[in-house]
């Protein structure tokens, strides 16, 4: 039997980004033995997906820790074929430590490059299209998702979700809480109940705007990654930062309004709807010029 490894360590939105490239892969390869290497924070949900037999955690060792690399070593050993969909200088490293098989990839001497010099230039969802027809894939079916199905919470029928949190280390994507409390008002005014999303770090995100619009709900902290799914496929709408949970809203075909600010290329990474739709982006230099009224006028 044929053993495929497949490498994507992260983060959330890129993991969500690569579910076309899993679903080719393994359409392309159907008797394959097929093995994703990730990190531990994506792991859970790589195990619940139809894609692959074997999950493994990457560790991510320092290159000093011999002990890690070895270990490294030993999970990157014994493949007919890597798709390494992470294409990082660290990933490029692990073509030499697998022992050079055949590898998809950007590292220097592999078997199927992606030949293309404005490979940078690309959206992740293109650039991963193109890197996997390089290597001879020629299926690309639309990824099942029915997969991701969380608990059912009662809400009412018309709600929208708001994602007003991102990366703790980039405050300059996170549009401020406050013009996500005069938004949900005015939502609240369109008779649509708006749910906060996020993790229990971001529930003081979710009282700012429950102050400016007390008829909100605050889910934050209650939510999994297949819940967020779930929730996304009953909502009539979701506005967001440049941030994970988005990709998976937007993946599920959420109708879905993304800001940007300099510190993002929404080119290079927005999020993507089924079909490589693209959500409605706003994007200002600093996220502190964007309106209310603004991003109101623009909801589907």
């Known amino acids: 039997m044929t053993r495929i490894l497949v490498i994507r360590l992260g983060a959330f939105g890129d993991v969500v ?3 076309g490239p899993f679903a080719a892969i393994r359409a392309w390869h159907p008797q394959a033995e097929i093995s994703l290497l990730t990190t531990a924070p994506f792991a859970g949900m790589a195990r619940a997906a139809p894609w692959f037999d074997r999950v493994l955690v990457d ?6 820790d011999f002990f890690g690399v070895w270990r490294l070593r030993g999970r990157l050993r014994g493949y007919d074929l890597v798709y390494d969909l992470q294409t990082s200088g660290r990933t490029d490293r692990y073509f030499w430590l697998a022992g050079r ?6 590292a220097l001497g592999c078997s199927l490059p ?7 230039a690309m959206h992740t969802l293109e650039r991963q299209r193109e890197q996997l027809l390089m290597a001879g894939v020629e299926n690309f079916p639309a990824p099942d998702l029915s ?4 608990a059912a919470f009662e809400l009412p029928e ?3 979700l708001l994602v007003p949190g991102a990366a703790a280390h980039r405050p300059g994507k996170r549009w401020p809480a406050e013009r996500f409390g005069a938004l949900a008002a005015v939502l609240h005014g369109r008779g649509i109940t708006p749910v906060v999303l996020g993790t229990t770090t971001e529930a003081k995100l979710a009282a700012i705007i429950r102050q400016k619009c007390p008829e909100a709900v605050d889910l934050t902290g209650r939510t999994s990654m297949a819940d967020i799914a779930g929730l996304a496929r009953r909502a009539v709408l979701a506005v967001g930062n440049d941030t994970g949970p988005m990709h998976l809203i937007a993946a599920v075909g959420c109708p879905s309004t993304v800001v940007f600010s300099a510190d993002s290329d929404p080119a290079l990474t927005a999020p993507r709807g089924p079909g490589g739709a693209w959500p409605v982006v706003l994007r200002v230099a600093d996220l502190a010029d964007l309106t209310a009224e603004r991003v109101a006028a623009a909801l589907p």
Not at 59 to 64: D, E, F, K, L
Not at 114 to 120: I, P
């Open 114 to 120: 992606h030949a293309n010099k404005a490979r940078g």
């Open 59 to 64: 560790s991510r060792p320092a290159w000093w």
């Open 17 to 19: 980004l690569s579910f």
């Open 147 to 150: 997969w991701l199905a969380g």
């Open 158 to 160: 018309k709600f929208a």
């Open 101 to 106: 098989p055949a590898w998809s990839g950007t």
